[in-house]
């Protein structure tokens, strides 16, 4: 029995998806079913019931979950001594990261850390903020980088690390008046959105009930430099982060409507239960230098 198939064990029940936990482990879907088919086989037991709707914990699969959990958390701590006693700080540690809005202060950590904790090997993995999120819960990642969605999570300790402004785009010359958008007009032209779980597509959906209209059209697009490219060609209006945005405009590519239309926290988080793990503890305090 190895750890790792104990943490895909864990995640899979409580995410209740071979899918979901595949993602917040990094990890393809047939190596998370191999994890659990072994674990099984080992124990001489069935852990999980299969259904249409994911994976549901068996009575033997819900009494092993709670020992499980146990063991991962013996495992951490028996890390976290052996790094004590060999004196200093190192050791791996997992970092879960949104590519656009955390990749400053990313950078700015991982060469703060080749500085001053070389012994520190730091592993970025990246995803949502949800996944971020629920990742982090779960074991997979030691901490990470996100935006606020709003929600909070008490088990989780946070430090806000920046603050980020959308601002809404559109076509070069679509209007005369790009201080005052005309709300009806634009709801008749498409809107290239993310998914609702991100920063961009929480900042779409409040403008659209803070202005009473639904877009006749969305054209569903994950990455901004795509977004910031259909705007300047005139496919549709769109959010875009500060530095896009500006960049685009004094290209003369796009046109900024309105001023900022949003404003989103973004955090650095891990498990309170954690916050004496020396790897943590090291990492968290030159995020706070960073960030003076």
Known sequence: MEIYQLRTFVT???EGSITRASELLFLSQPAVSAHIKTLEDELGLVLFDRTPRGMSLTGHGAKLLEKAEQMLTLHRDLMDEARRIKGGVSGKIHVGSNRSTSALMVGKLLTRLAEIAPDIEVA???GSSSEIVRSIRSGGLDAGFYTDDGNQATELET???DR????LAAPRDWTHDPAR???HRLARMPWICPASNTCCGRAAEALFERNGFRPEKLVSV???TVTRTLIAGGVGVGLLHTDTAKEAEAKGEIQLLGGVQYEVRVLF???CRRAQDPLLEAVSTEVRNIIG
């Open 159 to 161: 430090i806000e690390v």
């Open 181 to 183: 958008p005309h709300w």
């Open 269 to 271: 988080a891990y498990l």
């Open 164 to 167: 980020i402004e959308i601002f």
């Open 12 to 14: 899979v029940a409580w």
């Open 124 to 126: 970025l993995e990246y």
């Open 222 to 224: 994950d990455q901004e």
